[in-house]
Nanobody, 118 residues
Framework: QVQLVESGGGLVQPGGSLRLSCAASGNIFSIATMGWYRQAPGKQRELVATITSGGSTNYADSVKGRFTVSRDNAKNTMYLQMNSLKPEDTAVYYC????????????WGQGTQVTVSS
């Protein structure tokens, strides 16, 4: 089984920065695509960024140039560095992973709240 635990959320002023972490347990991290999604109140969950086992990244247009996704395979941890935060970035941020081999099954964390407000 895979367990994902997010941390690093909180309250930040517009223009500020936060770094989220996603710690993974289980034995698929090194062969897994990892991702960050977010869900704002009243809205659908949306993709923020993904990173493959090989380090290829993909970003939503709304966060390009402001957010950076990275991973440390030795620590089974993925990160999301968020800079120049805007009020519209306010959401619950979820970590996701799936193995790049075999049938796809998505694992999810419990989420961490990010609030951007003055």
């Amino acid at each position: 089984q895979v367990q994902l635990v997010e941390s690093g959320g909180g309250l930040v002023q517009p223009g500020g920065s936060l770094r989220l972490s996603c710690a993974a347990s289980g034995n698929i991290f090194s062969i897994a695509t990892m991702g960050w999604y977010r869900q704002a109140p009243g809205k659908q969950r949306e993709l923020v960024a993904t990173i493959t086992s090989g380090g290829s990244t993909n970003y939503a247009d709304s966060v390009k140039g402001r957010f950076t996704v990275s991973r440390d395979n030795a620590k089974n941890t993925m990160y999301l560095q968020m800079n120049s935060l805007k009020p519209e970035d306010t959401a619950v941020y979820y970590c996701m992973s799936y193995s790049e081999y075999g049938p796809r099954y998505d694992y999810w964390g419990q989420g961490t709240q990010v609030t951007v407000s003055s």
